[in-house]
């Protein structure tokens, strides 16, 4: 079951890494909370026809300039979660990431935000059941 765990985060990977981006310009992120509004404002969940919904964290880290600094992490996923699940919600979440990067960091914002992870929370359940975590 790993080996198909890491499976699909390279796939997610490689995705990310293939596709060339546009940068979401709407406003500066001065702030830790401007990161999670700008990164929300990319999220597109797979349509139900493709996955059930599910709960997915991602850790990503920026550089000065915005851009993601290293490679990001899957860390959390709904429990009851298929193989398919995962992989489009994955697959979905690099292409949020890849639309809103780099991210247009204020000066001060970026000094602050370099190296530091970042646990991104991305919900398209309308209400999480009891915690029944499974890290990914």
């Not at 981006?21 to 992120?29: H, I, K, L, P």
Request: aromatic content about 6%; hydrophobic content about 40%; glycine content about 6%.
């Amino acid at each position: 079951m790993a080996r198909c765990g890491n499976r699909l985060l390279l796939a997610a990977a490689v995705l990310l890494l293939g596709i060339s981006g546009a940068t979401a310009e709407d406003a500066r992120v001065n702030t830790i909370q401007d990161i999670f509004q700008h990164l929300r404002t990319c999220w597109k969940p797979p349509p139900a026809s493709k996955a059930r919904p599910l709960d997915i964290t991602v850790v990503v880290s920026f550089n000065r300039s915005g851009n993601i600094l290293g490679h990001p992490r899957i860390s959390y996923e709904s429990a009851e979660a298929s193989d398919n699940d995962r992989l489009q919600y994955r697959i979905a979440v690099m292409e949020a990431l890849q639309r809103c990067t780099p991210l247009p960091f204020t000066d001060a914002m970026a000094g602050a935000a370099a190296g530091r992870p970042f646990a991104i929370q991305f919900r398209s359940r309308k209400t999480s059941p009891p915690t029944q975590e499974r890290p990914a």
